[in-house]
């Protein structure tokens, strides 16, 4: 039972327009959300995070948003860039994070120019 | 500051075999977890280390094993090699452990090939 769900393989966004990347989860004691970005070949790398007693966090071009009653959250890309093509990861933390980060199954973001 | 480093990058075994890889943490990180990605389940949680003690595990069987050490250079390894255990095996340190909710960092990982 997948816990974390990206429900988008993958997303093509003009360079210069608004990614906007989903993901919604069912285990209610989730209570620390990140997103990870990753690279052919490399390991993931954070990009933001959010805590559940927030419901928005921006750094620079991105903002994470998390709806807690309907368990969504999102990464907006504000504007998006060629390097900003990759896969990105959702995860999220639980019970002091005694189960590890659980990670949905990443969506595939493609900037086009 | 040096990344996450895993040693081998790539590794191909034969079913029945047994495999070690390392990880070597970013300096001064204390916690170093271990993930499995694998086209069909994604990235899964093995198991943490922190301060030389496995903390925490998830839902893998007892073939998979780890240790870390002192400097908190860490090894996974799997025993009884199946051929559902082909994957990319990525390493993570943090500073603190996983209880804190640390920002992990990732190495490149370990792609292992079980024929």
């Known amino acids: 039972d997948q816990q974390v769900k990206q429900n988008s393989p993958s997303l093509s966004v003009q360079e210069g327009r608004i990614s906007i990347l989903n993901c919604d989860y069912t285990?209610?004691?989730?209570?620390?959300f990140l997103w990870y970005k990753k690279y052919p070949a490399e390991g993931p790398t954070f990009l933001i995070s959010i805590s559940s007693i927030k419901d928005k966090n921006e750094d620079g071009r991105f903002t994470v948003f998390l709806n807690k009653s309907a368990k969504h959250l999102s990464l907006h890309i504000v504007p998006s860039q060629p390097g900003d093509s990759a896969v990105y990861f959702c995860?999220?933390?639980?019970?002091?994070?005694?189960?590890?980060?659980?990670f949905g199954k990443g969506t595939h973001l493609i900037i086009q120019p | 500051k040096a990344g996450v480093t895993q040693t081998p990058r790539y590794l191909i075994k034969t079913r029945g075999q047994q495999v070690t890889l390392s990880c070597s943490p970013i300096?001064?990180?204390?916690?170093v977890s271990w993930y499995q990605q694998t086209p069909g389940q994604g990235l899964q949680f093995l198991f943490e280390?922190?301060?030389?003690?496995?903390?925490n595990k998830g839902n893998f069987p007892g073939r998979f094993s780890g240790r870390q050490f002192s400097n908190s250079r860490s090894e996974m390894n799997v025993s009884t090699l199946e051929l559902g255990d082909s994957a990319l095996y990525l390493c993570a340190s943090s500073l603190g452990s996983l209880a804190t909710y640390n920002e992990q960092f990732f190495g490149p990982g370990t792609r292992l090939t079980v024929l």
């Open positions: 300096s001064g990180h204390r916690s």
């Open positions: 995860a999220a933390y639980s019970g002091g994070g005694a189960d590890g980060l659980t």
């Open positions: 280390y922190f301060s030389e003690t496995q903390r």
């Open positions: 285990n209610s004691m989730f209570d620390y």
